[in-house]
């Protein structure tokens, strides 16, 4: 199994708290050891940064740490391979385009038996059970709609069923962000969290650091961090139920 | 205009000799100031590196020269913008998914007339010229070829039509790649040389560096490099010819 953390807020801001507490999962504090990546939207442009080193030891995890990139959009991902070998083609994020517009992908849970039919026009590069959900969901996408991008609340509805009818082959934690929303599918584990004003001081769970948010943010400022398991020891984190679908937009929870 | 930098090569290299003197070149020794952008094949998979800053200040072009990635297939770019703004989304190379396979491309001149009419399968995230034409190379592939990618000779015969179809609408100096094969259009200016044994001793043009290649090679490598201005000053780089296409493939230029 893998772990994932997204992060959407209504204000380009750095992940690298998270991200720290994170990546110590990816072989440190958990087990998560056969690679990792994390895509950042900037604008309409993925920075997309995969490694199949354990993110405890990946000098690119170090650059994060060290250089802030400031998104709105992220999806990051550790991985403890179950289906594909550990090859960078196999890492998330997965990215694509569809109607013109960057799609990023991350997937936890197995899906053994989801073999469905494409019609080529996204096709996996690696061979894990994730990608080929991904290619599914981007290739239902534009059988239903075509050409033309939907409003989100359509996108929205969409991609429920579709994400009810993939977790049906198995487990179905999963993110996906068309730079705009995320959206969140989870079928066992799953937390979220709003941070906004007044913000306070949080601190890590997987390592003794803690921030001082009111010192690094602005009152109009608001972001939504979601991970498979709580990120932080002193913040309300709600969990997800099974089955749900939760769109974030602009640091908000539009399904709550 | 931009400069291009490939590799291609029978046995994973590392790119750093090269890219260092590259790399000098995005603000330092010419003026290409607008982003860079690299890829680097690892089996299937991508490493996707791109930046809208200069080549010589930014951090991620200091992780590749300190922790050197080898790769059969790289593609290199620094960009001066002409067409489109200065952002993520403009920085080649290019990546898309086509066949399940990764394609990288990269351009260098203006194609300003060149509107195409694109069908949707492959639509630009970004808003430039190079990013069209790369679109269009591939909705070409897929509607001439359908399902099943094509043997190496047919490709390479429809990529020579249809650079030379795009370079009717102005300058089309481009490197594409699928991980195997590495084609090089030329409409102006494009230098390329074979490395292989006996391995000399090269002298980087822009900065006093050199690096004697038969330390840290087997007398079975072979290596390409294309770059749009030679890199050394030491080695016989050969000019492509005005609407030339050549191909590389295990380091050797087959179409000699």
């Not at 072989?27 to 354990?54: C, K, N, Y």
């Amino acid at each position: 199994m893998c772990q994932l953390l997204g992060m959407n807020c209504n204000t380009p801001t750095d992940i690298v708290f998270s991200f720290t507490g994170f990546a110590l999962r990816g072989g440190q504090t958990d087990e998560h050891q056969d690679g990792w990546g994390i895509a950042f939207f900037e604008g309409a442009g993925v920075r997309h940064l995969v490694d199949h080193q354990a993110a405890i030891r990946s000098p690119l995890a170090e650059l994060i740490k060290a250089h802030p990139i400031k998104s709105e959009n992220v999806i990051a991902h550790i991985r403890k391979a179950t289906q594909g070998k550990v090859a960078l083609e196999n890492c998330h994020p997965f990215v694509r385009e569809c109607w013109g517009i960057n799609w990023v992908f991350a997937h936890n849970g197995d899906l053994p038996e989801f073999m469905p039919e494409l019609n080529g026009q996204f096709l996996p590069i690696g061979n894990t059970d994730s990608e080929r959900a991904f290619c599914y969901i981007l290739q239902q996408l534009r059988l239903r709609f075509g050409t033309t991008p939907p409003a989100l609340s359509d996108l929205s509805r969409t991609l429920k069923e579709l994400c009810s009818e993939i977790a049906a082959f198995g487990t179905f934690n999963m993110m996906l962000s068309n730079g705009s929303a995320l959206f969140v599918h989870c079928s066992t584990h799953m937390h979220y969290l709003i941070r906004q004003f007044p913000f306070n001081t949080a601190h890590l769970s997987d390592q003794d650091v803690s921030i001082d948010f009111s010192s690094v943010t602005t009152p109009k400022d608001r972001v939504a961090v979601i991970a498979t398991q709580p990120l932080t020891n002193n913040e309300s984190w709600a969990a997800f139920g099974s089955g749900e679908l939760k769109v974030f937009v602009d640091g908000a929870c539009l399904t709550n």
